[in-house]
């Protein structure tokens, strides 16, 4: 049986045109069969998802019946494993569950098990020691992205119609745009957080799920939503009318480049993409604008990006070190893994204090590009999924990231700039929304002449998601999605 989406899959139940037990038996076997290929799975809970399947559900529950998987980083649920791509994990449990898994299966998703990631979401790729490398359904010698990699190739692939994502530098967009898939990287302080955290990568990381439709993605979101007032970052609901009925009442005034904005190469797949798009809104009557500039300096911004990324992960591993008492050794972790937190352990309270408040700077700057411009057009990736391999370090950078601990501040953050710039080249469009908390997606509008999909990412002001969708409306309509 096929379903256009999980809106489809719960109506149908509802309807009881099916059981929800045959759409998880369904799912199961798509794993099954698809999976040993893809490796987009690395833990399953088939027989909890069968008994979930057998229970009541409520018709007030939207996506009542509809199996999901969630992402193996930050979407815990109290018992099942929880091993963040890394080996330190490979055998732990998770003891709570996640606010944002408990509205998931509030919702009447039912849970069939967790999808692969790199180790700690630390790259656009999905390759981590532990599970090994997520592959590009549509070519397997290409990865599928990072670092929700798992679950865009479970969803791309038709295990299940969308999967639980997160996104701290991209890793929601990314993935979505190696797959062809919808990624909303929803604004700061939308989506429930905690109990365990409450400010990931201070509040550069969010939580929410890739799809195939935006009416999927539209319905998720309110369903999802909170203002959470024991939230660091708060931000009222959106209501109904505002997601579901209201339209824009002038033409949108859309700025658009797809120059890479670190002065990297991009593919002619994603200048055509963009070019498209411009040729299309232009001709539903909205205002397209080239920029000579960006809004804000990129490289500063994913400089001040990496330093967050650094202290972070090293207090990450002190909490560790305490749990397990005893220091971490580069045994313990990815080489990348391990440079980052070394590099970590150098950077002043003071610097890192100077750091978070030029992300301030960031968002003000941004909030007035904004009072000019509604949207932001960009490519979301500077070319299609990169091959298995294509971002390997050189022996004498992974000598010197062992050695990581042996520099000064600024040479650390300089390796750690040399670790990511061949794979930042790939992806120099995400990281800012991360920083500044405002909405962005990435839409499937195109693919190359070997098939291969590219996206397309709009940016819109903290709080605008009804703008993204609005266009994504657009282009659905028009079956460019």
């Not at 599928?144 to 967009?173: E, Q, T, Y």
């Amino acid at each position: 049986m096929m379903y256009q989406d999980a809106t489809a899959m719960a109506t149908a139940v509802r309807h009881k045109e099916v059981s929800a037990k045959e759409l998880v038996e369904e799912a199961i076997a798509k794993i099954e069969a698809l999976n040993p290929a893809i490796n987009a799975v690395v833990n399953k809970q088939y027989e909890e998802a069968i008994k979930r399947s057998q229970q009541a559900f409520s018709k007030e529950q939207p996506f009542a019946g509809v199996p999901i998987l969630l992402k193996d980083l930050g979407q815990n649920q109290a018992g099942q494993p929880s091993t963040s791509g890394s080996r330190l994990f490979a055998s732990y449990r998770a003891q709570q569950t996640d606010y944002l898994v408990q509205r998931f299966e509030a919702l009447g998703f039912i849970i069939l098990g967790r999808t692969n990631t790199p180790e700690f979401g630390v790259k656009n790729i999905s390759d981590s020691s532990l599970h090994g490398p997520v592959h590009l359904p549509m070519d397997l010698s290409r990865n599928a992205g990072g670092s929700s990699g798992g679950a865009a190739a479970a969803v791309s692939s038709g295990m299940v119609p969308l999967a639980g994502a997160s996104d701290g530098g991209g890793s929601i967009r990314i993935p979505a745009s190696f797959n062809g898939l919808i990624g909303l990287k929803t604004s700061r302080g939308r989506i429930p957080v905690g109990p365990g955290s409450y400010r990931g990568w201070q509040g550069a990381s969010v939580h929410f799920a890739l799809t195939k439709s935006v009416r999927d993605t539209r319905r998720l979101l309110y369903y999802t939503q909170t203002c959470q007032m024991e939230s660091p970052f708060v931000l009222p609901t959106l209501s109904q009318e505002t997601l579901f009925e209201r339209k824009w009442q002038r033409p949108l005034k859309i700025a658009y480049s797809a120059l890479s904005p670190i002065g990297q190469t991009v593919s002619r797949e994603a200048v055509a993409a963009v070019e498209g798009a411009v040729s299309f809104l232009s001709q539903m009557g909205h205002d397209l604008i080239e920029l000579t500039d960006y809004p804000i300096d990129h490289t500063d911004l994913i400089k001040d990006y990496y330093v967050m990324n650094s202290v972070e992960t090293a207090a990450m591993f002190d909490t560790i070190e305490q749990s397990l008492q005893r220091p971490m050794t580069p045994d313990d972790m990815e080489l990348m893994t391990w440079g980052i937190y070394k590099s970590g352990q150098t950077i002043p309270a003071k610097q890192y204090s100077q750091t978070l408040n030029r992300w301030d700077q960031y968002t003000a700057q941004f909030a007035a590009f904004h009072e000019n411009y509604d949207l932001l057009l960009t490519p979301t990736t500077a070319g299609v999924a990169p091959k298995h391999g294509q971002f390997t370090l050189s022996d004498n950078l992974q000598e010197s990231l062992l050695a990581m601990g042996e520099f000064p501040m600024e040479q650390q953050q300089d390796l750690i700039w040399e670790m990511f710039a061949d794979s930042l080249a790939w992806t120099p469009f995400t990281i800012p929304a991360n920083l500044t908390g405002q909405p962005a997606i990435s839409l499937p509008t195109y693919r190359n002449e070997a098939g291969l999909p590219i996206g397309i990412q709009f940016l819109a002001a903290k709080g605008r998601e009804e703008l993204l969708l609005q266009v994504a409306d657009l282009f659905e309509g028009a079956d460019m999605i």
